[in-house]
């Protein structure tokens, strides 16, 4: 299972939803988009917005599942947690 996880440093959300997988000890990629510059940011805000259909934070990837926001009950299903 592939697990990534786009956020921003400054979400609560975002942060809630990383404490989530760490607490269950999911291995996850993350990609803080507002820490990346450039060419490099443009990219993550670019896919953001092909996965999600917005900007919205935190953008869950579970294989090819896309949850936004921090909906705790689609995570935990979607893992099989």
Request: charged fraction near 30%; proline fraction near 2%.
């Amino acid at each position: 299972m592939i697990v990534r996880l786009f956020a921003l440093s400054t979400c609560p959300y975002c942060r809630m939803t990383r404490e989530y997988l760490d607490e269950n000890d999911v291995e996850y990629e993350l990609t803080e988009v507002d820490h990346l510059d450039g060419e490099e940011k443009q990219a993550a805000v670019d896919e953001v917005k092909q996965l999600s259909g917005g900007t919205s934070f935190p953008v869950i990837v579970i294989d090819d599942e896309v949850i936004v926001g921090f909906n705790k009950r689609a995570i935990k299903e979607r893992l099989g947690l």
